[in-house]
């Protein structure tokens, strides 16, 4: 009868402790923060494209990599273009960020030879964006 007290009065306290609200005191990166843990030399994208051109890349590492690098660019779509309209942002945006997702999986698939078509795509990709947003 004493543990159904107590476990009746936890349940209760569980239920009424408010929670953090997740994400609420983090702010979203914005694209200054984004483009640089992703497009620096020194940058996952740089990172994962080195690994993918050797013979069998540490697929553990590109996994993670590109997971990390598939959720930064996911937010980039939020931030606020540095230059030039919201549209176009917003367009260019959603294109990097599925290539990256696409990216995801295709590592997670330990899958050299997609890996590599995306790698080239996001890579082509990234001119005609810095050409249209990117500040001088």
Partial sequence: MKRMAILTALVIAATLTPCPAEG?????????????????????????????READPIWDEVQQQTKEMSKLLAALGKATPPKGDQDSWAKLT??????????ETAAAKMDLKAARGVSKRMNDSCKGCHTVHRPQ
């Fill in 24 to 52: 609420l005191d983090e702010k979203a990166p914005d694209t200054k923060e984004i483009m640089g843990k992703v497009g620096k030399p020194t940058g996952l994208y740089p990172s994962v494209a080195k690994e993918l």
């Fill in 94 to 103: 959603k294109a990097f960020a599925d290539n990256a997702k696409a990216l």
